[in-house]
């Protein structure tokens, strides 16, 4: 359902002028026409225009997915960089208790590497993941974007020295490339089960793909 929205503009007149503001408005509503044509500059990453509604059949497999991480695992390391982590931190923070780490309560945390190649992260991530039982989700188109790669091949030897490598298949989620890439190629070869990041969907677009959402749906809200 359509609605109309008006803005009272009369308190704007001693910085711009109305016949500005209508010269501006009609450019939005030629880039507007733009977008949804799909005819500018950088028309091959548009896909977030018809988003949430693309990913909608993909929820249902998502949500068993985060229980299923909850059901197996006391927290899930989220390994991304840029886009591929922001996203479902910010939904995770936003949404969560503001001294949920200070809460006796157990829950699932949600916990995130490869957003930098810091040896100190790395080592106190480890010493933490040493008491905990825990899954990995890694998102990576490519999967050789250096700080993820990096991350996600110290935690996978670490998960399955932990739990023993076929465990360890089972607790690894790749959200990566359709059908390419150095990740879809070692999720193929070792069982994992995958999500895709839509090729017309960039990083910073991507928290309403399987890319944040899964992460999110993953984190218990308290």
Not at 108 to 132: P, S
Not at 195 to 221: E, H, K, M
Request: with cysteine.
């Amino acid at each position: 359902m359509k609605e109309n929205l008006s803005i009272n503009l009369k308190n704007t007149s001693k910085f711009i002028s109305f016949e500005e503001i209508a010269a501006f408005a009609q450019q939005s509503a030629r880039h507007l026409d733009t977008l949804n044509a799909g005819t500018g500059s950088g028309n091959d990453f548009l896909g977030w225009l018809s988003l949430p509604d693309d990913i909608l059949p993909q929820l249902d497999k998502i949500e068993k997915t985060a229980s299923y991480l909850r059901s197996v695992s006391d927290t899930t390391v989220v390994i991304g960089i840029g886009g591929s982590y922001l996203g479902a931190r910010a939904v995770i923070e936003a949404l969560s208790h503001s001294f949920s780490p200070l809460l006796k309560s157990k829950h699932h945390e949600v916990i995130f590497a490869g957003q930098n190649i810091c040896e100190d992260y790395m080592a106190e991530l480890i010493e933490i993941l040493d008491k905990r039982n825990y899954s990995i989700v890694v998102i990576s188109k490519s999967g050789t974007t250096t700080e993820p790669a990096i991350a996600f091949r110290i935690l996978k030897d670490h998960l399955e020295e932990k739990v023993g490598k076929p465990a360890a298949a089972g607790r690894i989620i790749a959200i990566t490339d359709a059908k390419k890439g150095a990740l879809r190629s070692l999720a193929k070869t070792n069982g994992y089960e995958t999500f895709i990041i839509p090729d017309n969907i960039g990083g910073r677009y991507s928290v309403l793909t399987p890319v944040g959402l899964l992460p999110s749906q993953s984190a218990d809200w308290i």
